[in-house]
C-alpha cells in the first residue's frame, strides 16, 4: 500500500487566492483526518470524518476553510481566499475506525505558504 | 475537551544515554488511549508506541518505553541507549474512544549529542 497520499507536497500562492489541497487515505480505512502543523499552536485537529461523513469541525478556524469527503478515497480542504497566517504544513491522516487504539497513519503533509 | 501538556520544549541526550520526556493529559474520560509520534526533520509523523489506559502494565518498544501514571495522568516516554537517529520532535497524543479525536500535545524537541 502507497500510504496517505497528499497533494501537492508545497504551495505557494498569494493572498486572496483559493488553495486546494488533496488527500487520499489508504484503502479501507473508516476514518480521516485533517490536521495544521504551525510552531505557535502545534498540531491542531481542523475535521475528522467517519465513513465520509464529518463529524466534527469545531476546529476549522473559521468559514473560509471547507472539507469534504465524497468517497471513501478523496478528501478535500478548501482555504477561499487565503491570507498569510494560513501559512502551515497541513497533514491528512486516516485510520481503521475498529477501535481507538488504532493509530493514525499520516501522509507527508502539504507546506502551504500564502504570500 | 481534552487537553495534552508536554511542558519541555526541548531535551537534549548525549548518544547512548537514557532520557525521558514529559506528558501530562486532562480527561473525565476513564477509558482512552495514549500515544508517542515521532517526527524527524522529514516531517513524517512515526508512531513510536502506544498505550492502552485499562492496561497497567507499561508499554515497550525495543529502547522506548512509558510510565503510565493512570491516577496522575502522566504519560512519558523513556528512550534508552539514545542513537543520533533518535533526534527529533516528539508529540504525545490522547485519543478518546468517545469521539475518537487524537489531540496532540505541543511537541518536544530532541536533540542527541554524538
Known amino acids: 500500500d502507497a500510504g496517505v497520499i497528499q497533494s501537492p507536497r508545497h504551495e505557494v500562492t498569494e493572498m486572496g487566492q483559493e488553495v486546494t489541497l488533496r488527500c487520499k487515505p489508504i484503502?479501507?480505512?473508516?476514518?480521516l483526518f485533517w490536521y495544521r502543523q504551525t510552531m505557535m499552536r502545534g498540531l491542531e485537529l481542523l475535521i475528522y470524518f467517519n465513513n465520509n461523513v464529518p463529524i466534527d469541525d469545531s476546529g476549522m478556524p473559521e468559514d473560509r476553510f471547507s472539507a469534504k469527503m465524497p468517497n471513501a478515497s478523496f478528501s478535500t480542504l478548501k482555504i477561499q481566499p487565503s491570507e498569510p497566517r494560513d501559512s502551515a504544513v497541513y497533514f491528512c491522516?486516516?485510520?481503521?475506525?475498529?477501535?481507538?487504539?488504532?493509530?493514525?497513519?499520516f501522509g507527508s503533509g502539504t507546506q502551504l505558504s500564502v504570500l | 475537551a481534552q487537553t495534552v501538556t508536554q511542558s519541555q520544549p526541548e531535551m537534549s541526550v548525549q548518544e547512548a544515554e537514557t532520557v525521558t520526556l514529559s506528558c501530562t493529559y486532562d480527561?473525565?474520560?476513564?477509558?482512552?488511549?495514549l500515544f508517542w509520534y515521532k517526527q524527524p526533520p522529514s516531517r513524517q509523523m512515526i508512531l513510536v508506541i502506544r498505550?492502552?489506559?485499562?492496561?497497567?502494565q507499561n508499554a515497550t518498544e525495543n529502547r522506548f518505553s512509558v510510565n503510565f501514571q493512570k491516577a496522575a495522568k502522566s504519560f512519558s516516554l523513556k528512550i534508552s541507549d539514545s542513537q543520533l537517529g533518535d533526534a527529533a520532535m516528539y508529540f504525545c497524543a490522547y485519543r478518546s474512544l468517545v469521539n475518537y479525536k487524537l489531540t496532540f500535545g505541543k511537541g518536544t524537541l530532541l536533540t542527541v549529542n554524538p
Open positions: 484503502s479501507g480505512h473508516n476514518s
Open positions: 480527561t473525565s474520560e476513564s477509558d482512552y488511549y
Open positions: 498505550q492502552e489506559a485499562y492496561k497497567q
Open positions: 491522516a486516516s485510520s481503521p475506525r475498529t477501535g481507538g487504539n488504532e493509530k493514525l497513519f
